[in-house]
């Protein structure tokens, strides 16, 4: 072990409650230069990276080439279109349990919205989509290309001139350094009866128990949490969300975790640079393997993701 890596201490306190973690595993090897572990709080039922990697980290990680941008895909010509198509087909699956609780024209706000690539597809669906994340340049293609309204910044510092229908946190939830303030602040931009739709890796699912530390969608460091369902319900209900739908199967992330844990080099960042045709053929054929194993675990309620809806009770 190098002076300059040493292994985190493993005494740490929760970051939601401040009581004491546990800890869970260590990572086995260094990331980026540093060490990390993963720890677990039994109260808030959540599990947390530890330490929190520093802001300098997470902007040379985000701000490398994390996203697929539109512009740089058009570039890969027809095996990026396939890819993309497929994408947003898994994408719509995902969010049809929204989707068939909304009527068109009610108004969604995507946090954290990334590509927008889920946003434009909400937007053909027929409804009233406005966008959220922090890089600005990103935020300027979606709305140029799509007319989609950006808001750059952390929510609860942005002044939004109405409420929602809906707000969706795809993915977004497990990166944030405050989640609770930011759930706050989004509870509050909801309409009454507004809903929230999250996806976010499932601390309590059968791939963390097989892969652990090698589990693709642990994702050290940008992961900062690691939900389980009962402990997004406790966080979800401090807010007087009520959980109205449920379910662990991701149709986007379930069979991917499972592929690029057992061979980390078919990870998606790591296929967007080379593009590599014999890499993402086997890529969705072990996808294609790993559905039956998807299926089980879904049932038992153990799938890779929790993927929930909740809706904002009016208080009495
Ligand atoms: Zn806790």
Redesign the pocket.
Known sequence: MSKTSPMPAHQSH?P????D?RLAFDMPAAIYERRFSVHA?D??R?GYTYPFPSDNLLYEIYFGEYWARESALEKRGLLAWGVQTFNAYRLGIMIRPLVKKLTAGMTILDVGCGSGQLAVYLQSCGFKVEVNDIDAELLAEIETRHGIRGYCGDLAEIDFQHQYDAIIFNNVLEHLRAPLPIIESAAGLLKNDGLIFIEVPNWESTQLQVFKARWYHLAIPQHLYHFSPTGLDGIMQQYAMKRVWFSTFSPRTSAAGYAASLRPELQPVRLRQTWSKPKILLYLTLQLLALPLVGIESFLGKGAVVRAMYRKTTPV
């Open positions: 929760c939601l409650c401040n009581r973690g709080c109260v808030c959540i």
